[in-house]
């Protein structure tokens, strides 16, 4: 470091000041001198070496040369008789940037006095400070019980540009402003006498916001009331902090002042910039701080030198006011990703992650509006909001941390919490694997939507994809349950009659051609959907191991080469097969449908299971694309009164039809069994209040429930937060989401049905009474998921299996994410199919794998990673 003055000197000691702290008890610097003052029984000899090894050459025993020119400070040693106790930190930028922590320790762990304080700060102006604070004023007006709303207490603090000041100024003068109360506290030494002063003042000033619900009403105290007092300051922030015994006064002030005056919470808009106006508040752990950057070079820089003082010694859990970033002028499509990770690196810039969830949700994006550029009055402020994703993402903030709702409170929790796990185990152990007879209501997604609404009036013939999971043998067995196409319509459709009667010839009978290994959970339902064939007076019997016989009838074919033509043959003499050679050609039997005025439909599963390598045989590849594409399509032309309805692996369409893939998809894209994270989140509230009859009572059927319904039967599951609604912890629903979640955005109904049986295997300690589900059963559910879910993986994709080999068997220092090319010296084939299955994601050649599958190969993060890998996942 260059010293060119004496304040150089002076930084220069404070920023060495584990050096010195043993021996020298305080320093004073001068335009002339420097004046140690050494610790009781400490000699200058100690402090002397101390001083060269700090200053080296430039201190020569008695004085300190300066390099801007031949000048000196001398230094002259004291010993101090009665030491200073400096562990009450001042709250300061110039001090606590020499300081370890830059927090009063005894003041880290409590609260404030009265109600919460709130600050927004920003490093630069201009970012959408103020307009975030105003969006959290229209939130908490609206999304307020109105018939027990409580007001805010809104404070201008931006004393070189009160925004809230001139929005709110009426033609008379304000009867009290914050130079008032800083004034007033500056005199005074007890927060009470000060509220009783000034308390009925600050009522005076009130500003009305309309929303949709009604008009509410909050106190705004503004930064000044004529101009004078705002150009000829008296008292400041500053001022109160270097003040006897007044360090922290004045956020206990404006906490038992929103008390006094009966509001909810005091909100604070602070002056922008690394000011000593905002340092007192900002450097006050009882103070929940918002700082606001915009997306730009400068703000993220700025911000960073924020947040870097402000982490230092703030302990990272759930119940500490950890400052949180609203990142503003995020325009559409903009990957803010890289952004995101660079501002979290700056709260703990020493250690890895393994599940930092106090992290996820601590930067809020606020997307950009044109609309809330140029704003000139309030009302047209509130206005412009509305609709806004801006505003929503704010009120989704108070919302889930200031506002608890009346479903996530525990004397809302009716039923015992013993029943509500052991039934939803019981349930999901049940459906796991799509096993159990026991007749229950199917969830209504959109693909089912779509194949209904396909097949309504006609007979189905369609391929049914979905990753190995998704529901596809568990939609088979519900399709067989009803015997009937048109009853399982009927069934789906609830209140929309689909057939009169059964003996009409539209009836189409559902016939278990070929079935997966699991099939063997429900042999009621495919002997049932058997006998119904049976009984309708067709030639040739069917036998109810039908599917047995096809699946030995194909293991026989797949041992020696076939072409597609001779795959096609192959795939007729099963469908024939199933009438015990009754019938001699499709023809024939069409033929015989006709003349009985019968319709089926062969349902097919379990290919997987028979067809192992389409990834590299030829042989089998031919086989899905003679059933598929072949088959399927003379079908739909030839036959009426026959249907094929092939569920299968998308994998191994992909894998199999590489010829033109693109457009067989896109023909069967929209029966595809998907699911998306809205999906998800609505399954797993159907699938808990099917488990618990008594768990929803609304009125609104779950599958057509709006999200606020959902979200509340989630909360009272799981609850808002894997910890008090209120604390740092991470949005639960969004957090369980990510955990299961792949890089392609799938997540099967088995992750969810899998995460629920987990998650209830055992009732443990009840940490909190708003909800079933405890933060400890979670998180372990998704660790035990995720090493499910990677066996599933190695045994549905084999070209998988060397490469989780390669990164599970990696040294402990190398799997950390994201990692480089060469970590793993990945083959471009073993980046391609990872890419492609969604468990690899290259972004600025870093190397990233999703949740579900980290846990099982025991990566860790990097600084800042996680909230990447999440942006990613919730894409």
């Known amino acids: 470091m260059m010293l060119y003055t004496w304040k150089d000197i002076e930084r220069k000691l404070l920023l060495n000041k584990g050096k010195w702290r043993e021996v020298i008890s305080d320093t004073e610097i001068y335009t002339d001198e420097v004046i140690i003052h050494l610790k009781e029984g400490q000699v200058g000899i100690d402090a002397k070496k101390i001083l060269k090894d700090i200053f080296g050459r430039k201190y020569d025993g008695e004085r300190i040369l300066l390099d801007l020119s031949d000048e000196y400070l001398g230094v002259s040693f004291v010993t101090d008789q009665n030491e200073e106790d400096d562990s009450v930190a001042t709250p300061l ?4 940037l020499y300081q370890k922590t830059a927090y009063f320790s005894e003041l880290i762990d409590k609260e404030l006095p009265g109600v919460p304080v709130l600050a927004f700060h920003s490093y630069k102006g201009g970012v959408g400070r103020t307009l975030s604070l105003l969006a959290f004023v229209k939130a908490w007006s609206e999304l307020n019980n109105f018939e027990n709303a409580q007001k805010l207490l809104i404070i201008d603090a931006d004393i070189e540009a009160p925004g809230i000041t001139w929005l709110t100024m009426t033609q008379e003068e304000a009867a009290f402003s914050f130079l008032d109360l800083l004034e007033v506290t500056q005199e005074k030494d007890n927060a009470d006498e000060i509220i009783e002063l000034i308390a009925d003042k600050i009522s005076e000033s009130t500003v009305k916001i309309e929303t949709e619900r009604g008009r509410a009403e909050h106190i705004v105290l503004p930064t000044y009331r004529y ?13 109160l902090a270097v003040s006897y015994n007044k360090k922290y006064i004045l956020a206990e002030v404006l906490s038992k002042l929103g008390e006094k005056v009966n509001a909810g919470l005091v909100l604070i808009d602070l002056r922008a910039g690394l000011s000593e106006f905002s340092a007192p508040l900002l450097f006050d752990p009882r103070v929940k701080k918002y700082l606001v950057t915009s997306t730009s070079y400068q703000s993220i820089k700025g911000t960073g030198i924020l947040l870097q003082q402000l982490s230092k010694g703030l302990p990272l859990n759930e119940n500490s006011k950890i400052p949180e970033v609203l990142l503003t002028m995020v325009q559409n499509g903009m990957n803010t990703a890289e952004i995101i990770s660079e501002l979290i690196a700056f709260y703990h810039p020493n250690i890895i992650e393994d599940d930092d969830s106090i992290m996820d949700d601590i930067v809020t994006e ?11 009055t309030l009302p047209k402020i509130m206005k412009n909001l509305s609709g806004r994703d801006f505003y929503k993402n704010i009120a989704e903030i108070v919302k889930n941390s200031y506002l608890v709702s009346e479903e996530t409170k525990s004397d809302n929790l009716k039923i015992s919490r013993n029943k509500v796990i052991s039934n939803i185990h019981e349930f999901a152990a049940n459906q796991i694997t799509a096993e159990g007879n026991g007749t229950f ?27 190995k999971g998704s529901g596809k043998t568990f939609l088979y067995r519900e399709i067989l349950r009803d015997q009937y196409w048109e009853k399982f319509v009927e069934r789906m459709s609830k209140n929309e009659p689909v057939s009169q009667g059964l003996s009409s010839d539209k009836c189409i009978l559902a016939i278990p051609l070929l079935a997966s290994g699991n099939a063997g959970g429900f042999p009621e339902v495919i002997k049932n959907a058997i006998a119904s064939y049976n009984k309708c007076g067709a030639k040739g019997e069917i036998s109810n191991s039908v599917y047995v016989a096809s699946k030995d009838m194909l293991l026989m074919n797949v041992r020696n080469d076939h072409d597609i033509l001779e795959w096609k043959e192959i795939w007729k003499k099963v469908i024939l097969g199933a009438f015990d050679k009754t019938y001699q050609s499709l023809a024939e039997l069409e033929e015989e449908l006709q003349y009985r005025h019968i319709k089926i439909v062969f349902l097919l599963d379990g290919l ?29 032309i030839a036959y009426h009164n026959v249907g094929l309805m092939i569920f299968l692996r998308k994998d191994m369409a992909r894998d199999s039809l590489t010829i033109n893939y693109e457009q067989f998809y896109s023909l069967y894209r929209d029966v595809e069994l998907q699911w998306s994270n809205t999906e ?3 399954l797993a509230a159907w699938l808990t209040s099917q488990a618990v009859p008594d768990f929803y009572r609304g009125n609104i059927p779950i599958e057509t429930a709006p999200g606020e319904v959902i979200e509340q039967i989630l909360n009272r599951l799981w609850g808002v937060k894997l910890g008090k609604p209120t604390s740092n912890e991470a949005n639960s629903s969004r957090w369980i989401l990510a955990a299961l979640s792949d890089f392609n955005g799938q997540l099967q109904a088995r992750d969810i049905i899998r995460f629920l049986e987990k998650a209830t295997d055992h009732v443990g300690k009840a940490v909190y009474g708003d909800r079933y589900l405890m933060p400890t059963e979670i998180r372990k559910a998704v660790s035990e998921c995720s090493n499910d879910k990677i066996g599933e993986i190695r045994d549905e994709i084999k070209a998988l299996g060397p490469i989780f080999d390669k990164l599970e068997h990696a040294s402990e220092e190398k799997k950390v994410l994201p990692f480089a090319a060469d970590t793993f010296n990945l083959t471009q084939a073993e980046e391609k199919i990872m890419k492609q299955e969604g468990y690899l994601k290259i972004d600025n050649e870093r190397y990233y794998l999703p949740e579900i599958i980290r846990h099982a190969l025991k990566f860790k993060y990097e600084k800042g990673a996680r909230p990447k890998v999440l942006s990613l996942l919730l894409k």
């Not at 930028?93 to 606590?96: A, E, G, L, P, S």
């Not at 199917?442 to 994809?465: D, F």
């Open 680 to 682: 998800a989140l609505r």
């Open 93 to 96: 930028f110039r001090n606590v």
């Open 441 to 467: 209501e199917v969830l209504m997604t959109e693909s089912i939507q779509s194949l209904i609404r396909k097949y309504k009036n006609g007979i189905p013939n369609t391929v049914i994809m979905g990753a």
């Open 366 to 376: 606020l997307p950009f509006a044109s609309e809330l550029v140029h704003l000139e």
């Open 608 to 636: 997987e299971e028979i067809f192992e390598h389409t990834i590299s045989s030829e042989n089998e590849k031919n086989a899905i694309r003679a059933l598929c594409r072949d088959l399927i399509d003379e079908v739909k």
């Open 227 to 239: 101009v004078e007092q705002l150009l000829d300051m008296y008292a400041s922030p500053e001022s």
